[in-house]
């Protein structure tokens, strides 16, 4: 049997609540006999003041529970590899001190999980991408452009994660990264997000990823004075993998975010 025959066409999923959004993308698989979406394009809005995004009450619990009965980590530790969001409020909403913490709360993260951690973080990489003799911050980069003068070129708003000097390797399986890229794109409403993942774990991965891309726009948001609007996802291949597609646990997630539609 060819691998493809397990993959559904494109979907692209619309919505302004995170819990919504993901359940809608896990019945889709449910309602089909194949596990994986290619491409999946996730555009979510409903943000509040501080660039939170809009959940189910009470759905983001369920998940953690059913994420660390199958020992796998929770939401809030896959959204903080993206952003470091505790780190930093604990910062006074200061970027140069969150910078200079995070690089240096970093190597004793690599020390104590050399293996989640050796290669790096997506938000490691955003500020500190590149090798020792030539690193750039992407995110201060992109931040004193856009609030430097008017007019910025928009293609200039990017930054990128996957570096093929360090990510070109034969490795069967390799954890990191799977999101490749980013880009910013101020607008009237506030700014747009959009994230470019390669694969992405829809179980494992998928909420906290999306929470953690939100929390970065947040961010990125707030140092160039304006509101976070939208997050775009892009996933070339989205694999709902580590869990029957028709555990029971699962399907009352599901229902539970159907329940507040």
């Known amino acids: 049997m060819s691998k493809y025959s397990n993959q559904l066409g494109s979907v692209h999923i619309v919505d302004d609540n995170l819990s919504r959004a993901w359940a809608r993308i ?52 896959v959204a903080n590899t993206i952003f470091p969001k ?7 909403n200061d970027r140069q001190k969150l910078y200079a913490r995070y690089k240096k709360v970093f190597e004793s993260y690599k020390n104590y999980n050399p ?21 750039i911050n992407q995110l201060e980069w992109i931040i004193s452009q856009q609030n430097s003068r008017k007019g910025v070129r928009r293609s ?12 070109h390797v034969a490795t069967a399986q390799l954890q990191f990264p799977c999101m490749q890229h980013m880009s910013f794109e101020p607008t009237e409403e506030g700014l747009v997000v959009n994230a470019f993942y390669a694969t992405q774990q829809l179980f494992i991965k998928a909420y906290g990823n ?52």
């Not at 939170?52 to 009450?57: G, H, M, R, T, Y």
């Not at 505790?86 to 006074?92: H, N, P």
């Not at 790096?120 to 020792?132: A, C, T, V, W």
């Not at 990128?160 to 360090?166: G, M």
């Open 156 to 167: 200039m708003l990017q930054a990128s994660i996957f570096d093929p000097y360090k990510d």
């Open 86 to 92: 505790i780190l930093w409020q604990t910062c006074g």
């Open 210 to 261: 999306y929470l953690g891309i939100a929390q970065l726009g947040a961010f990125m948001a707030s140092e160039i004075n304006m509101p976070l609007y939208k997050v775009n996802v892009f996933v070339g291949i989205a694999k709902l993998e580590k869990i029957p597609k028709n555990d029971v646990q699962l399907k009352s997630l599901v229902a539970l975010a159907q329940l507040n539609n």
């Open 26 to 77: 896990i019945l889709h698989i449910q309602e089909h006999p194949q596990n994986e979406i290619t491409p999946l394009i996730l555009s979510l809005t409903g943000f509040d003041i501080n660039g939170q995004p809009n959940e189910v009450e009470g759905f983001s619990e369920e998940l953690n529970n059913l994420l660390i009965q199958r020992k796998f980590r929770k939401i809030e530790d």
């Open 115 to 135: 293996r989640e951690n050796n290669r790096g973080s997506y938000f490691e990489r955003l500020i500190n991408y590149g090798n020792d003799s030539n690193r």
